[in-house]
């Protein structure tokens, strides 16, 4: 089934590190430490799937504030989102800042096509928005135990017969957004050379 929690957490980002490079074949993660009111979130952003020669594709974009809908006015800590548009949660396919297509209401925004590559060229995507003492805000599901997010990334298109069908869903999905000195937003996307690029209603591939 779908997330039963799926929300953003805002906080101002303490520091980030990688993973240390192993051959056990686990997930390879950008590691993000978030001060809230709460405590320090451990946010883990996967960049590897691990499955395909290529692995991940990602999106950067460049975006105003209003294009996030409500989330940049939210207070610092974690909020759930609605499943819905215009709640501020994250849909790559469906929503008109993350899209960057015909339909797009900011027309501003830079990227309007996925990039493919290695886990490394991923994170270097990444890390350039990572600024110790920037604001930030993490979409995606909480752990279930302690401080921290996990699922930073789409979560819809999964493959039937994939251990994540069950967890397909629209308007879930992760991402990496810090905020600029101007104001604007930097925003990071990724998802798995698996996953669908169309999906139904009900997130699953189309």
Not at 52 to 65: A, I
Not at 125 to 133: C, D, F, R, T, Y
Not at 163 to 173: L, V
Request: proline residues 7%; glycine residues 12%; negative net charge.
């Amino acid at each position: 089934m779908p997330f039963e929690h799926y929300g953003v957490l805002a906080g101002v980002l303490r520091r980030h590190f990688r993973d240390r490079p192993d051959t056990q074949g686990r997930w390879y993660h950008v590691n993000l430490e978030v001060d809230a009111p709460a405590g320090m979130f451990k946010c883990a952003v996967d960049v590897d799937s691990k499955s395909s020669d290529t692995g991940v594709r990602w999106k950067t974009l460049t975006v105003v504030p209003s294009a996030l809908g409500p989330v940049s006015g939210l207070p610092d800590g974690r909020h759930e989102l609605a499943r819905q548009p215009g709640s501020g949660a994250f849909d790559y396919l469906r929503h008109p800042a993350l899209t960057g297509g015909a339909g797009c209401l900011f027309p501003w925004v830079r990227a309007r096509y996925w990039r493919t590559g290695s886990h490394l060229e991923a994170t270097e995507a990444l890390e350039p928005i990572l600024v110790p003492g920037r604001r930030i805000f993490v979409f995606g599901e909480p752990f279930d135990h302690g401080l921290g997010m996990h699922n930073i990334h789409q979560n819809q298109g999964d493959p039937a017969g994939s251990q994540w069908w069950a967890e397909n869903g629209i308007w879930q999905d992760g991402g990496t957004v810090t905020e600029r000195p101007d104001g604007k937003l930097d925003v990071f996307i990724s998802k798995f050379s698996s996953q669908a690029a169309r999906t139904d209603d009900n997130g699953h591939p189309a």
